[in-house]
């Protein structure tokens, strides 16, 4: 099949940024009849001259009352990608109080009230149920790599990507006030956190102990009273539990960054006055070159790709739900997903889904969101 560059694109994700946008102008076009029912000039001189003074004041400010009472039109400032920074905002993310996803949820949401969640499908399924307005949620680390569980649960749950943060994890070690760290016979943590600081733990001469969660591990350990057993958690996990840091900056590279995703039930409106990324997820017929057709619609309209991961499903359906929440189970010899620097605003990225619509079987947005660059 020929590669060309300039098909329009009309997925849902755009039918759902249009009627978002034809909701704001009927909001202004309330707001303009409320101010066309003020009268002119000349009729206010020909109430003047039926009524008194008095009552002139009182009507007038009648209808500034009623004119405050009116819609405010929207502006470009309320419809920002930008997270609120309020303490309205509930954000659920896995683990206890002083898990790094914790950390992360802070992070974009400063005051925000930050739920816990036992599992990765419960923060899932709280936004989902609106008993939270947002989830912040692991989807790769710079040292262990991606996190498979969440992009599965990308294509279970019908929510969007809505933003992204970067976290600088630095891995401590825990133990009870008064122990050393050459008494510890065990050392517990995630597995990808114990994975992440292997150097020191060999160094120790430990017994790894694999826990679901870094500040469970804390919390496992001050709870118990565990002398001969330590921690990898963060530092507030030390200060909730009431443990000592024994070391700090534990993990093997210093330059160790997780990437988190913001989710929610709606998407946001795609802009181009700042650096967006896109994430999708597609599949492909099976057959020579149809990946190289696959990445070229990207490379044809010079769009870099930032992340590029795939997931064997031959002998596994996957449950893919659609707009209205219901699933139904699906094989896919492989699952593609992609993180683009383009917004869904500017033509070429619209185009670029177009074509792959040409040969791709299955493919979804899974959000465009504004890039998060600071650490």
Known sequence: MALRADAPWSPATTRRTTTRSSRAVEVRAVGRRGFESVPSASSSVELRSVVGPLEVDESSKKLQRDLNSLPKPLSVTDLSANPRHDSNVRVAYQGIPGAFSEAAALK?????????CDQFE?????VELWLVEKAVLPIENSLGGSIHRNYDLLLRHRLHIVGEVQL?????LLGLPGVRKEELKRVLSHPQALAQCENTLS??????ESIDDTAGAAQFVAANGLRDAGAIASARAAEIYGLNILAEGIQDDS???????????????PRTERPFKTSIVFTLEEGPGVTFKALAVFALRAINLSKIESRPQRKRPLRVVDDSNCG???????????????????????????HLQEFATFLRVLGCYPVDSAL
């Open 108 to 116: 974009a949401y400063p005051k925000c009230e930050a739920v816990p």
């Open 122 to 126: 419960a923060a899932f399924k709280a």
């Open 168 to 172: 600088a994890v630095n891995h401590c």
């Open 203 to 208: 160094k120790l001469e430990v017994i790894r």
């Open 255 to 269: 330059d160790n960054v997780t990437r988190f995703l913001i989710l929610a039930r709606e998407p946001i409106i």
């Open 328 to 354: 139904s189970a699906k094989y896919f010899d492989y699952l593609f997903y992609i993180d683009f620097e383009a917004s869904m605003a500017e033509p070429r990225a619209q185009n670029a889904l177009s």
